[in-house]
């Protein structure tokens, strides 16, 4: 594998990756808690939200810089899945380890059990310095910058309103932020107005404080994220299997998932939110934009990582995705 590292200079989009994981999936068949098991395989990747996002946009094609904190401990994944995909490295490396979220997949009883470990114990003043690091580097990255992609939980400790803090210093800047992120830190971040929202039906329902049962539901909420939030211009809740809707003040259009076999579930999101991302770096309007993210989610789909195949197949997929306009 090649070692070359992408200068960050160029990079158009900054995918900032709080809380990274190490995936540790283990196979074991009939688990049984509290007795000695026997695992088939193990495999560990590299992963975390914003990670996912960085992977997919580099595999479209997209020049990307991806941020957050790392351990010296256990680089090594990290480093080949970026210097693979030629994503410049600006993580904060600390001391210790990044965790590991342990998946314990069953197939003999079709389950499948989640570790997931905290991220490291900071104090508030590492926090702090590290959080006037990542501004510090919104600020060198601004001249080539168009897109933060903000995913994901914070580490333990670190104050709710940090994604909000970044919003502004990248809107500062001159840039634009897509966020994913869910509870106190998707609520503290919407005072700072992102131009896009991507939450799950979940996400939004927690944030909204009702539930959302329908696509009519969810298009009627992201409606009241746009109306609260001057510059939101696109708020898109996913629902799993039954696709997602891209509200904007224009607009609403529910797109339908594509008919896939899924080998894996895990950062269908993510990969939608790469997919947005990637629409807005090629300046499309909200339909292909809606298109073109749920070819990326189908297409991530059926891989097991966080990748996708050539870009001319995924936007051949984004042309099979079929479209429904909200009342
Ligand atoms: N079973 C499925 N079949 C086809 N498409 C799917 C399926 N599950 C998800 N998708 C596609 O992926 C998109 C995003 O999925 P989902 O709503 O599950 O994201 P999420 O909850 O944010 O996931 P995560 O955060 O774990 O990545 C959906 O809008 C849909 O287009
Ligand atoms: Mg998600």
Same mark, same amino acid.
């Given at each position: ?68 904190? %790392?351990?010296?401990?256990?680089? =090594? +994944?990290? $480093? /080949? &899945?970026? #210097? @693979?995909?030629? *994503? ?90 897509? %966020?994913?992120?869910?509870?106190? =830190? +998707?609520? $503290? /971040? &919407?005072? #700072? @107005?992102?131009? *896009? ?99 990326? $989610? /189908? ?29």
């Amino acid at each position: 594998m090649s070692t070359v590292q992408r200068p960050a200079a160029d990079a158009a989009v900054l995918c900032v990756a709080l809380n990274p994981a190490i995936d540790l999936t283990i196979e074991v068949a009939g688990l049984r808690p509290g007795e000695v098991n026997r695992a088939r395989r193990a495999q560990q990747d590299a992963g975390g939200k914003g990670i996912n996002v960085a992977s997919c946009l580099a595999d479209y094609g997209a020049g990307v810089a991806v941020t957050g904190q %790392l351990g010296r401990d256990n680089p =090594a +994944l990290f $480093a /080949a &899945l970026f #210097a @693979a995909k030629g *994503i410049a490295d600006r993580c904060l490396y600390i001391d210790g380890s990044t965790r590991v979220n342990a998946k314990i997949v069953d197939p003999a009883q079709g389950q499948t059990t989640d570790i997931n470990l905290p991220g490291p114990a900071q104090t508030r003043a590492e926090i702090d310095e590290q959080i006037a690091r990542l501004e510090r580097l919104i600020d060198e990255l601004a001249p080539a910058l168009r897109w933060a992609v903000l995913s994901g939980s914070l580490p333990p400790g670190w104050p709710d309103d940090v994604y909000a803090t970044l919003i502004r210093r990248v809107h500062a800047n001159g840039g634009r932020v897509v %966020l994913d992120t869910s509870g106190r =830190a +998707l609520t $503290a /971040a &919407l005072a #700072a @107005a992102p131009e *896009i929202v991507k939450p799950n039906r979940d996400e939004l329902a927690e944030c909204l404080g009702r539930p959302l049962a329908s696509a009519a539901d969810a298009t009627a909420a992201a409606r009241e994220l746009l109306a609260a939030h001057a510059g939101m211009r696109l708020v898109a809740v996913s629902m799993g299997r039954e696709g997602a809707v891209f509200v904007t003040p224009d607009a609403a259009l529910l797109a339908h998932p594509l008919d896939v076999e899924p080998i894996s579930s895990v950062g269908a999101g993510d990969a939608m939110v790469a997919g947005i991302t990637a629409a807005q770096l090629d300046g499309l309007p909200v339909d292909a934009c809606a298109r073109l993210a749920t070819a990326f $989610a /189908a297409a991530k789909l059926t891989r097991l990582g966080p990748h996708l195949p050539a870009p001319a197949t995924v936007r051949s997929l984004a042309e099979k995705v079929g479209l429904t306009r909200q009342g």
